[in-house]
């Protein structure tokens, strides 16, 4: 990490352009707005502001067609320039930069200045762990199967059955919203209510995150009466808040509960190759950065897809152990049934959230044995031992019906 | 507008898909979860929750290349779904839904009930132009040079040429943050100390829009701060907080002063044909009903640059007289010189500011000139006179000097 200089890296593409140029005139334009003609004098006074060209680097291959050629440009920015918070930035790197052509934004490396003004997430997969009393493998995550329109206790029988299936969090659905039929403190009473009858059978600790949604300026007190309602985690739709939304909560020293990041609006900006912000970058540094604990993120495996190394460069940005602020629990979402647990945990190995919906409300034998086939995959990869293997012992029955309905990958 | 539901419409590119069977996949995947698995019983209460689908429009040329098959989706989601507010709508038509492949949000419509909660721009075109006394012509808008390292005398005496040109509104720089040499306070009573100098000279009133940065929860705070120096308009980055941000802004009574909406960011979210959020709806309809009195966008003359037909759309979803909000004041930006004029007042009528930074401070006669040849070449237009007729006249000196650096459009 620089001292007193972010760096953004772009991808630009462009098929004429004097790439050198550009990165010099972002550098000047994008900070103290003209230099050449400066007076000697004010140039002296001025040059603490100045971005600088840190790199360019220009992908031409021989024969490219029409639109493939492009060059990766990392400029530094003053920190003196910007106040320290993420909205100031990224208005600063990518603000009216954003409108200049076919450009992404591809990374960004903060100052030791900058990152000091952000504590991190508050839990991170350490945190969460030790909540949950859970060291030795991976977390299983559940999505309510559908929320809207529903009233407490169906709600609440929903919970007990997913939580009865030995899942280690369960989530609110993104898209509930305060609403008369389970309105945010009941929904919290009820379903924590069915997690500690849930515990008192499996021994099982839970976490419920519940959304965390309403008018900005609300969310931390919406925040705190989930909390006094009993939640032990919250939801939230960072994109639609904006980061320093999460930095605050997360920040804030009552808000002590995890903070689940949801990936909602996130396709609208990572998945074209020529405009957005990149996904390691949009949906791993940025929400860490901002105090998530855990942050949701497509999967390779589903139909929300993200290409293979993507998903692996997001999950990378969160357990890097690198920044001093403390990782986030990769939760990869989408697709998710009990025959993939093998190649999820080759994929993100054991610090990771295994997060489903269909592939354990779908199960043949019930929601509860939806769960149970689940922590059954994930014992028995843990153990080196193969799917098929494992389904054929005693007492794995919920794994085989899972196999058998949804096959398995090694 | 429908009574209680919100309508969505979507591109969608897929070489193969049933675009049919995918608009009724969302329609009930974004709201009641499932539906022909659901008892009839249920099916009756869970009616009124379930999305429609009200329209598929299949675009398949023949002979189209592969990529290019693509279908216009529309959805209506029942309002009793989500709060009213634009997180909970954006995270309910766009949430997930982003990030299912190549799928972008072109428009939204409001019902009755969800607009009903928005006040809206609290100023708007009308109310800018009572605030200015300018009720007969285009206003004019002017950007510091630059900005970041210049102390106060130096911005005041920025301001104070700019401001004897005899512009109406003089933006700060988006990416001048709360910083040591020039801080909000001390930013406004210099800036404002230098307007009221001028306004003494020009017998011109004017409006400063000071930049609105700051942590989420500190916005309200420091606009205030700055009315209570002397601001009388605020600057917003409303895409790095998120328009609930504005919508507080613009709602709260004490913040008696025009906002207007930067469009820093929008970059990321608007070109690519596949993905995002469509400018018309992402500059236009959204930032209006979330309170912008002006909205800045790219003009399609510059560097920064947007088709035409996408400007014209977003300067009709600011100025369309048929949504129960004031109207907002269309600000194209980036290019401009005096010798556009014309062609400015053709495309965007009337009810437009005009706003230029380098066409103001380059011009050969210094920075007051500049803000003169707009002047008259607005004047000239207004009156049906060409520009090169209006600057042979005496007193337009100002105006021949610009068109001789930069020429005309008519």
Request: with cysteine.
């Amino acid at each position: 990490m620089s001292e007193n200089f972010c760096i953004a890296t772009y991808r630009c593409y462009d098929d004429k352009a004097d790439f050198a140029k550009k990165a010099q005139s972002i550098a000047v334009g994008l900070t103290v707005g003209s230099w050449t003609d400066l007076p000697e004098a004010r140039k002296t006074e001025m040059e603490k502001h100045l971005g600088r060209v840190v790199s360019v680097t220009v992908h031409e291959p021989e024969g490219a067609a029409p639109g493939e050629r492009y060059a990766d440009l990392a400029i530094a920015y003053p920190d003196l320039n910007f106040s320290r918070d993420l909205p100031a930035l990224l208005v600063t790197v990518f603000g009216k930069l954003s409108m200049d052509g076919k450009i992404k934004l591809l990374d960004l490396q903060f100052s030791v200045d900058f990152v000091s003004a952000f504590p991190g997430p508050k839990f991170g997969i350490a945190g969460v762990r030790n909540l949950l009393g859970v060291h030795d493998r991976p977390l299983l995550m559940s999505i309510f199967k559908s929320v809207i329109g529903h009233d407490l206790p169906n709600l609440r029988e929903q919970f007990y059955q997913q939580a009865l299936g030995g899942v280690d969090l369960i989530k609110d659905d993104e898209i509930l919203f305060e609403n008369p039929l389970t309105p945010l403190e009941k929904r919290v009473e009820a379903c924590m209510n069915a997690a500690r009858q849930a515990e008192s059978e499996t021994g099982q600790k839970l976490l419920y995150a519940v959304n965390l949604t309403g008018p900005t300026s609300q969310l931390a007190a919406n925040a705190k009466r989930a909390i006094n309602a009993g939640a032990n985690a919250l939801l939230f739709n960072v994109l639609a808040y904006g980061y320093d939304a999460l930095h605050e909560l997360s920040s804030d020293r009552e808000i002590n509960v995890p903070i689940a990041a949801h990936p909602a609006m996130a396709g609208a900006l990572y998945p074209s190759p020529h405009y957005g912000i990149a996904a390691p970058l949009l949906l791993g540094k940025l929400m860490r950065l901002a105090g998530a604990d855990l942050v949701l993120f497509p999967s390779p495996y589903g139909s929300v897809v993200m290409p293979r190394e993507e998903n692996l460069a997001v999950q990378a940005a969160l357990v890097d152990t690198s920044p001093p602020v403390v990782t986030s629990f990769p939760v990869p979402s989408a697709g998710i049934h009990p025959g993939l647990v093998p190649l999820i945990l080759r994929d993100f190995g054991h610090d990771v959230v295994v997060n489903a919906g269909g592939g354990i409300h779908g199960h043949s034998m019930g929601t509860a044995a939806g769960g149970q086939a689940f922590r059954q995959a994930i014992s028995a990869t843990l153990a080196g031992q193969s799917l098929p293997e494992a389904a054929a012992e005693a007492g794995n029955d919920a794994l085989k019906a899972a196999i058998e309905s949804w096959g398995y990958k090694e």
